[in-house]
Nanobody, 123 residues
Framework: VRVVESGGGLVQAGGSLRLSCAASGSIFSADAMGWYRQAPGKERELVARITSGGTTKLVDSVKGRFTVSIDNARITVYLQMNSLEPEDTAVYYC??????????????????WGQGTQVTVSS
């Protein structure tokens, strides 16, 4: 399973960015997709998560500013980030979990990470 993020960059405080993450490979089902971030010197933390059924979870610090959405047909998750703050500066990682084919008629669970995309918010 391959996971590829895009859309990071440099933006001024108060600006917006939209991150995209697409999964591909022998995927039978992508049951949940999420965004995590890791700032320098800090642990990786969950930012937003969405299930294939549309149930969402966002960390308190981004509620009202970030929106997560999913395109199940394209196995793609989006993170719309508005009113960005310098504290949002981090590498953003996409995580996909679900089931994939490992042989003829055989499925296994998987959880895969993308390579990360840098988001930098200047003050």
């Amino acid at each position: 399973v391959r996971v590829v993020e895009s859309g990071g960059g440099l933006v001024q405080a108060g600006g917006s960015l939209r991150l995209s993450c697409a999964a591909s490979g022998s995927i039978f089902s992508a049951d949940a997709m999420g965004w995590y971030r890791q700032a320098p010197g800090k642990e990786r933390e969950l930012v937003a998560r969405i299930t294939s059924g549309g149930t969402t979870k966002l960390v308190d610090s981004v509620k009202g500013r970030f929106t997560v959405s999913i395109d199940n047909a394209r196995i793609t998750v989006y993170l719309q980030m508005n009113s960005l703050e310098p504290e949002d500066t981090a590498v953003y990682y996409c995580h996909v979990e679900g089931r994939c084919w490992v042989g003829v008629g055989r499925l296994t669970s998987f959880g895969s990470w993308g390579q990360g995309t840098q988001v930098t918010v200047s003050s």
